[in-house]
């Protein structure tokens, strides 16, 4: 069975400090994808990144990285010169890559807090 | 492009009722799948809808039950309501399955927040 944990329930840094998010996953499928979904106040999941399986080099988007560790299944994330816009809670998700199915697993969740 | 949109934005049931949420998928997509995302919890997956056939279910009793007509929008339904069943349901589309290349990420809309007193 799948599963995602998110260890960190609640952080909170003062705005311009880098921050990471972590994210550990079980799986006992070989091809597989990984996301980072942003939940605002306003509820809708907005996309951040996906990652599959057979790709475990580093992606960097602006103040966003990700860092894939498959010998660890670790799928972390890093706001560099967190900014008070990235205050939300951050999802970890898991989907396997079989046809038929489709589900995203979702950890439980990060609430990022960035003080002014 | 229009993205994915749901009504109601919120609603108020009592337990034992029956309620209908609806979702429009964004233009092109013709897979949908329903969330459900209680307070404080990450989303759990209640089923998915490729081409109007289900595709797939997770851990979720048969009073939920869903929909997906030939414009591939989805309706999903939930019979003799629980006060667990209080949550936030989240729509995503997509425009196929991970196992048609290249995989397409869910999108998802703003959810109906439900409430079962």
């Known amino acids: 069975a799948q599963k995602v944990t998110q260890a960190q329930t609640e952080i909170s840094v003062v705005e311009k400090e880098d921050v990471t998010l972590d994210c550990v996953y079980e799986t006992r499928d070989t091809t597989y994808y990984l996301f980072w979904y942003k939940q605002p106040p306003s509820g809708e999941l907005v996309f951040l990144i996906r990652?599959?399986?057979?790709?475990?080099q580093n992606e960097i988007s602006g103040r966003y990285s990700w860092n894939f560790q498959k010998s660890t299944s670790s799928f972390n994330f890093t706001i560099t010169a967190s900014q008070v816009v990235d205050s939300a809670v951050y999802f970890c998700?898991?989907?396997?890559?079989?046809?038929?199915?489709?589900?995203?697993?979702f950890g439980t969740g990060t609430r990022l807090t960035i003080i002014p | 492009e229009t993205g994915v949109t749901q009504s109601p934005t919120h609603l108020i049931k009592t337990r034992g009722q029956q309620v209908t949420l609806r979702c429009s998928s964004q233009s092109g997509h013709n897979t949908v799948s329903w969330y459900q995302q209680a307070l404080g919890q990450g989303p759990q997956f209640i089923f998915q809808?490729?081409?109007?056939?289900?595709?797939g279910r997770g851990n979720f009793p048969p009073r939920f039950s869903g929909l997906q007509f030939p414009n591939y929008s989805s309706e999903l339904n939930v019979n003799a309501l629980e006060l667990d069943d209080s949550a936030l349901y989240l729509c995503a589309s997509s425009p196929g399955l991970a196992g048609q290349a290249p995989y397409n990420e869910q999108f998802f809309g703003p959810g109906t927040r439900l409430t079962v007193l």
């Open positions: 990652r599959n399986s057979f790709d475990e």
């Open positions: 809808y490729y081409r109007e056939e289900e595709n």
């Open positions: 998700a898991l989907s396997e890559a079989n046809f038929g199915n489709e589900k995203l697993t």
